[in-house]
């Protein structure tokens, strides 16, 4: 049954914003049982293709804007494993680069503005590691958003959703993650200013030295770095 709503959707017979039929209506066409329907109407709405209204206007109905079902998804393959550190890291500098490239070019004034707020929030002395890891996943998630590609923004929010937990255990095990995290304000406040400067090429060199970089200070540090 998911397969044949998947291909309607590929095809174009169903697009974002349609109601399905009625759910007599619908097991009829695809030719399934109501309790079988009903399953897969829930798989769908949990990996956010549909959304289920009840009342006068109900049903179900296809999304129009993206969901949690990647993020999701994403979060649970990589805490089991199913996708090495390494290709976590390649993906990671791959997008990042791209995206900081492309921010030194298209972020706007108030986008500066946006990522020198989240840095001054990680300036903070008494911040702690938890608090310090979510700021600095936000910058990253503030570049992409600022490249206006919605598409790399979601993914890169669902990649970073997806290791913030092992990020976490990272900065718990560093020796001194104090002493880490005066590096990692440098290096963003550099980014940044290379943003600003409108210099892409040189911010994604930035970008990809600072990603790798951690990874390396987590290994030498005791840290089970990803990579």
Known sequence: M???IEQRILDGRLKAGDHLPSERELAVSLGVSRPSL???LRVLE????VEIRRGGEGGAVLVQTPGSGMVNLLKLQIALAQFSWTDVLETRLALE?????????????????ELAAILDRMDDPSIEAPEFNSLDAAFHMRIAESTGNALTAHFMGSLRTAIHRQMVEMYAELTDWR???????REHREILELIVRRDGKTAARAVHTHIS???KIGAIDGAHAPG
């Open 2 to 4: 998911m397969a044949q």
């Open 38 to 40: 009903r399953e897969s």
């Open 46 to 49: 949990a990996l956010g293709i």
């Open 97 to 113: 680069t791209w995206s900081v490239e492309e921010a030194a070019y298209r972020a706007t004034d108030d986008d500066h503005r």
């Open 179 to 185: 002493r880490t995290a005066i590096t990692v304000r």
């Open 213 to 215: 970089d951690f990874y």
